[in-house]
């Protein structure tokens, strides 16, 4: 098909990217320690670490793990928030040669149980904080190798003790656990800096990160990441940076760029941009653990010039709508890139307003590493699109026989370049599912494209609810709703939330008479993640279904449309 989307490139955008000057994410980030060895990589809660630090620490944990007898391309979870320790966790593992497996700390028991049987991870990384949900399953993985990690541990000797003292007791976040055979991070790294680092055999089309995403057949699928897929998404993000880099309205470029890291590093999202990227651009990025604290946040970004903002529709509205938000250096803010979900146009203009920085919303998926589109980064206004096509990438809108539609109809938004994943992680059928026979993978998303080549997504193809950027598939949480006692049969919707973007909506149709909303949110607590949780529990006598069984979820959305 006709590129058409190339003569619409903001000016100095190449239209590809050679992602073959680097063999591997090691190389990549090893060219990086060395080339900006003295600046400050990371920040987290007033400590920051360099290049250097990074390097070396990395070095001996990466030494550590590979003392314990794990082998090239062996699975290694990490299962942290925002916190020091997951730079250099993400680092040692990939330099070690193994996988990195990232995992959601608000995993349940159930979820976690299955990520690591799934991937076949050997080790984890963990912080105290979620230790108990893996003591509770840890027996039934293959996990043999456990490290214990601390709020504290990086924050030096003083200061790291008194944020322990406080989480542990203070504010209650760290539940009692038993986990006898784990090494605490410390012990780790120290041990490893009397090992030499064997260097790593990972090659340019080997796995580096499983990436998991939810299923519709009820349970998460690891979208299996190459180097090369992310090299190249990481040097798709750095070309499409340039315009708004070298803004001609916004002065010289800062020698280094200021990255706000709100975003959790377990998802693709913050792990390509705010941790590869920066590492690429010789950049900083300021860690949030938990950016749910508004004010917290805010006190946490003082002090720094603010340069890259990249973060999700909820979080720039909390944000912008906080008095304390006018207190923050955001006059040199060169980008703000909105992505994970739909960036509302009142949000985005109120940013505009606060910052003279838009934001520029684009588009992805786990399996695209992450980013496919983007509006141009030097866009003076919110254009309530998806954007282009990044470098070296195709975006093709095809109906259900996976022919191409004239432009301005919608259809599925189909993705070929260098990012698309090599298929889902031991799941042959279901990668089968989602690349077409002329190699472009299938979103699931309805969108339309202009004449320019800008996308608009107006629909989904799947029934997936997207709450704060995170996907949530209605097979899952019907899965678990079913199984509660009392429950004869559900059916999940997304519906429309002010602060979410959508909200999980289940329809329980009672086995039990007298089983009590409050039962089926207790049920809920236990065996799914917050974000999975339904807001809404509405009780029918049935369900609206097709003449072979099989439940309506659009007829219920339908008729909650109406409803509301």
């Known amino acids: 098909m006709e590129k058409i989307w190339l003569q619409h490139y903001p000016k100095g955008v190449p239209a590809t990217i050679d992602n073959s000057q680097y063999a591997s994410i090691v190389q990549l980030i090893e060219e990086s320690f060395q080339k900006y060895a003295s600046r400050p990589a990371f920040t987290c809660m007033g400590k920051a670490i360099s290049y250097a630090e990074v390097d070396a620490l990395s070095r001996a944990f990466g030494a550590y793990l590979q003392s314990l007898g794990l082998q090239q391309g062996d699975r290694v979870a990490i299962m942290m928030p925002n916190v020091l320790q997951y730079p250099v966790a993400v680092a040692a593992v990939l330099r070690a040669g193994f996988v990195a497996v990232n995992v959601n700390p608000l995993y349940t028991p159930r979820e976690l149980e299955h990520q690591l049987k799934d991937s076949g991870s050997k080790a984890i990384i963990i912080l105290e904080n979620f230790a108990a949900t893996l003591q509770q399953v840890v027996e039934k993985t293959p996990v043999k190798h456990i490290v214990l990690a601390t709020m504290g541990d990086m924050l030096g000797f003083l200061k790291g003790a008194i944020v322990n003292y406080v989480v542990r007791n203070k504010k209650k976040l760290v539940p009692p656990f038993s986990l006898p055979n784990a090494v605490k991070w410390n012990d780790a790294v120290a041990k490893g800096k009397g090992i030499a680092l064997s260097p790593s055999k990972a090659k340019f089309d080997d796995p580096a990160v499983l990436q998991y995403t939810g299923g519709t057949t ?59 990227l920066v590492l690429r651009t010789g950049g900083q990025s300021i860690l949030i653990p938990n950016p749910r604290d508004i004010p917290g946040t805010i006190k946490a970004l003082k002090g720094f010039e603010l340069h890259f903002f990249p973060a999700v529709n909820t979080l720039y509205n909390a944000l912008v709508n906080d008095p304390g938000f006018a207190e923050l250096s955001v006059k040199n803010l060169r980008v703000s890139n909105g992505g994970g979900m739909a960036v509302q146009k009142a949000v985005a203009d109120k940013w505009l307003a606060a910052t003279g920085c838009p934001i520029v919303e684009g588009y992805g998926l786990s399996e695209t590493s992450p980013s496919a589109t983007c509006n141009p980064t030097d866009s003076d206004a919110y254009s309530g699109t998806i954007g282009l096509p990044l470098p070296s990438t195709e975006i093709a809108i095809r109906d259900d026989d996976n022919n191409p539609v004239k432009l301005g109809e919608p259809g599925e938004i189909c993705i070929k370049g260098p990012q698309v994943m090599a298929g889902y992680w031991q799941r042959p059928d279901e990668t089968a599912k989602v690349f077409s026979a002329d190699g472009f993978f299938k979103s699931g998303d309805i969108g339309v494209m202009d004449a320019r080549g800008y996308v608009k997504i107006v629909d989904r193809k799947k029934d997936m609810v997207l709450v704060s950027g995170f996907n949530v598939y209605p097979n899952e949480v019907e899965d678990v709703v079913a199984s509660c006692p009392g429950v004869m049969e559900c059916a999940v919707i997304g519906v429309p939330d002010e602060k979410s973007g959508e909200a999980v909506k289940v329809f329980v149709v009672k086995k039990d008479p007298n089983l009590t909303e409050q039962q089926v949110r207790d049920y809920c607590e236990k065996n799914l993640a917050g974000y999975k949780k339904p807001k809404y529990i509405v009780f029918r006598a049935d369900l609206p279904k097709t003449p072979v069984g099989k439940i309506l979820r659009r007829e219920l959305r339908d008729m909650d449309k109406k409803a509301a």
């Not at 750095?238 to 200021?258: D, R």
């Open 218 to 276: 009820g349970v998460s699928k690891g979208a299996t990441l190459l180097h090369r897929n992310i090299i190249s998404n990481v040097l798709q993000s750095e070309a499409w940076m340039q315009p708004a880099v070298n803004h001609p309205k916004k002065g010289p470029p800062p020698e280094q760029m200021n990255t706000v890291c709100a975003l959790p590093l377990y998802h693709i999202f913050a792990f390509t941009i705010c941790y590869l």
